[in-house]
């Protein structure tokens, strides 16, 4: 029975092989939620300047041939929309999330040997330090999650703060792909 055991046990080269996959996930994952996290504060930063400009301009011209009412009218609309707006931004970096996990899955053939460079080990050692008491940035994230995680940013919390602020010196410190002539 013992020979059994040891036999549908793995051997020390196959669980070497699943601690580094596991590491080079784990550096995926966080080099894309860091990502989409930057891109999501500038979407939605970029979506509440256009909304609000629209807004500012729709109910000037509207006050302008219509009067202050037809102003007014016009300004709650537009501020009757942002929900929309907003559920329509969410949607778009849902869908962006997930092509950016799919992308980084395809080349993680590509980028498995500069993953090897200990650099990269500093980004989950930013994570460790942190915990919000949900799933990792190490991890993929589903949509409730990723969310839970912006409002951290959105609300400025400082301990997410901190760590964003290092995760994104991190990304900017990590060593290029070599270019494909």
Known sequence: MKKENKKNQPSLA???????????E?????????????M????????????NATGVLASGMAEA?????????????VKREMPEVNEKMM???????????????????????????????????????HDFKMPSL????DDNTFAKYLQLLTNEDPE????FSELTKWLNSLPQTPEKS
């Open 91 to 129: 949607a778009t970096i849902s869908e962006m999330r997930k092509e950016i996990y799919s992308q980084m899955k395809q080349k993680k053939r590509e980028i498995g040997s500069l993953l090897s460079d200990p650099t990269f080990n500093a980004g989950l050692e930013i994570i460790e330090k």
């Open 40 to 51: 999501s504060t500038m979407m939605g930063a970029l979506t509440q300047v256009m909304t």
């Open 138 to 141: 190490t991890q993929e994230l």
């Open 160 to 163: 997410f703060i901190e760590m």
């Open 26 to 38: 784990k550096i995926i994952n966080t080099m894309a939620n860091t990502s989409v996290i930057l």
């Open 14 to 24: 196959e669980k070497s092989l699943r601690i580094q996959t596991s590491r080079e």
């Open 65 to 77: 041939l219509g009067g202050k009412e037809e102003g007014d009218k016009v300004e709650k609309e």
